[in-house]
T-cell receptor, first 109, second 118 residues
Framework: GQNIDQPTEMTATEGAIVQINCTYQTSGFNGLFWYQQHAGEAPTFLSY????GLEEKGRFSSFLSRSKGYSYLLLKELQMKDSASYLC??????????FGTGTRLLVSP | GAGVSQTPSNKVTEKGKYVELRCDPI?????LYWYRQSLGQGPEFLIYFQGTGAADDSGLPNDRFFAVRPEGSVSTLKIQRTERGDSAVYLC????????????????FGEGSWLTVV
């Protein structure tokens, strides 16, 4: 079976730091993706973790703990354009991505 | 092309009608995926092609749904006898490498085809 949990909605202030958590229970885990999706647009790739630890890419970082079934996406120096949904997706088998329901992030001035 | 292209971008159809949704993947990408996304939900896997063959169609909800990729490039998702519950955004995605050859092979999504069944 598979179960991926993310908070439904989060709010933060411009310039702040926000952490979006994702927990998963799934068989056949190969890695974990984070995607950003603005309303009415395609999901766009942010990060991929296959090994435990932190992957940093500019203002965005992603962390994975395979033993705990846990990941987070860290967004620094928030900007208004970061208001979007953030999708956690587990890679199972032949790159079949199983998505969570997404976390809607609202950034206010 | 520069990105994954999907047509039509919007489709309104009557219940019971037949619908075709087209996907043109990024040039040179061997793998092609179809996902479906309902409002407020994450994308849900439907089917995956490696070349011309459907490598995994376990996500297709029933036999009204069918997809083809006859020449290993463009793909068409076909929905017969549409129902109101089929209303969703149908996302196509592609990736460069064959599965299993590279972890984290990035999957690129198109803008989607918004299907509304009335």
């Amino acid at each position: 079976g598979q179960n991926i949990d993310q908070p439904t909605e989060m709010t933060a202030t411009e310039g702040a730091i926000v952490q979006i958590n994702c927990t998963y229970q799934t068989s056949g885990f190969n890695g974990l993706f984070w995607y950003q999706q603005h309303a009415g647009e395609a999901p766009t790739f942010l990060s991929y973790n296959v090994l435990d630890g932190l992957e940093e890419k500019g203002r965005f970082s992603s962390f994975l703990s395979r033993s705990k079934g846990y990941s987070y996406l860290l967004l620094k120096e928030l900007q208004m354009k970061d208001s979007a949904s953030y999708l956690c997706a587990v890679e199972r088998g032949f790159q079949k991505l199983v998505f969570g329901t997404g976390t809607r992030l609202l950034v206010s001035p | 092309g520069a990105g994954v292209s999907q047509t039509p971008s919007n489709k309104v159809t009557e219940k019971g009608k037949y619908v075709e949704l087209r996907c043109d993947p990024i040039s040179g990408h061997t793998a092609l995926y179809w996902y479906r996304q309902s409002l407020g939900q994450g994308p849900e896997f439907l089917i995956y092609f490696q070349g011309t063959g459907a490598a995994d169609d376990s996500g297709l909800p029933n036999d009204r749904f069918f997809a083809v990729r006859p020449e290993g490039s463009v793909s068409t998702l076909k929905i017969q006898r549409t129902e109101r519950g089929d209303s969703a955004v149908y996302l196509c995605a592609s990736s460069l490498y064959a599965p299993g050859t590279l972890s984290g092979n990035t999957i690129y999504f198109g803008e989607g085809s918004w299907l509304t069944v009335v």
